[in-house]
């Protein structure tokens, strides 16, 4: 199992390592942010190997958010990452509604 974090403090659990993306809102955009990432969220939990998929809200600021996901493998999150949302277009309106980049550093689980 693998926990990836991001450097927004976000995390990722899976059995294999998978990709994350820790979001904080452009100032205005937080009810259209929550709203794609809700939509992104349903699309990956119907997809083969989306074990959980759960959307955190930072208590200190409501713009900054994360995703705990458990996939069954990496290559189960690429696949449905890039089918669902990079291929949809929903990736780029989700960029649209962010205020910075995205950071998806990878992290084993080690105890």
Same mark, same amino acid.
């Not at 259209?32 to 809200?57: H, K, N, P, V």
């Given at each position: 199992?693998s926990?990836? $974090?991001?450097?927004? #403090? @976000?995390? *990722?659990k899976?059995? @294999? $390592? /998978? ?8 100032? #205005? ?5 929550? &709203? ?9 939990l119907? /997809? ?5 998929? @759960? ?7 409501p ?12 290559? /189960?999150? @690429?696949?449905a990452? #890039?089918?669902?949302?990079?291929a949809?277009?929903?990736? &780029?309106?989700v960029? /649209?509604?962010?205020?910075? #980049?995205?950071?998806q $550093?990878?992290?084993?689980? *080690?105890?």
């Amino acid at each position: 199992m693998s926990l990836l $974090p991001t450097s927004t #403090g @976000d995390a *990722v659990k899976g059995h @294999d $390592p /998978a990709t994350n993306s820790g979001d904080c809102a452009a100032e #205005g955009q937080e009810a259209t942010l929550l &709203e794609l990432q809700s939509e992104g969220r349903q699309r990956m939990l119907a /997809a083969e190997g989306c074990e959980s998929f @759960d959307i955190l809200q930072d208590q200190a600021d409501p713009r900054s958010s994360a995703f705990l996901q458990t996939w069954s493998s990496s290559e /189960a999150h @690429d696949a449905a990452f #890039g089918e669902l949302i990079m291929a949809s277009g929903h990736l &780029e309106k989700v960029l /649209a509604a962010l205020d910075e #980049g995205v950071v998806q $550093p990878f992290y084993d689980v *080690v105890s």
